[in-house]
Nanobody, 128 residues
Framework: QVQLVESGGGLVQAGGSLRLSCSVS??????????IGWFRQAPGKEREGVSFLGSTGTMIYYADSVRGRFTISRDDAKNIVYLQMNSLKPEDTAAYYC???????????????????WGQGTQVTVSS
């Protein structure tokens, strides 16, 4: 059974940093080669794609709202995908979710419905 568990969220002041982790179990990043996506959802808003990592780890996409501030990376040895978030803004406040495809995808999908497995989410709150 594939499971994703996010951690690393919390309360931070504007301008601060957090690193979110997505621990993957039930499949191995460097063998199954899933695509990984980070999404976020603020209260009353639709789920928004933040960053995506294709199966080979070379195709990376960032939403315009986070490009230059967030960095997605993958540690195959630990089977963890990270989202380093710097220069945080109050508008980054949301529940953050990681998601994985169960199959290889060179270009990571951008739509939530294209992902097969989701984590439970971790809350990020940025105070002004």
């Amino acid at each position: 059974q594939v499971q994703l568990v996010e951690s690393g969220g919390g309360l931070v002041q504007a301008g601060g940093s957090l690193r979110l982790s997505c621990s993957v179990s039930g499949l191995t990043l460097d063998k199954t080669n899933p695509a990984i996506g980070w999404f976020r959802q603020a209260p009353g808003k639709e789920r928004e794609g933040v960053s995506f990592l294709g199966s080979t780890g070379t195709m990376i996409y960032y939403a315009d709202s986070v490009r230059g501030r967030f960095t997605i990376s993958r540690d195959d040895a630990k089977n963890i995908v990270y989202l380093q978030m710097n220069s945080l803004k109050p508008e980054d406040t949301a529940a953050y979710y990681c998601a994985a495809t169960k199959t290889y995808s060179y270009y990571a999908p951008r739509r939530p419905q294209d992902y097969d497995v989701w984590g439970q989410g971790t809350q990020v709150t940025v105070s002004s």
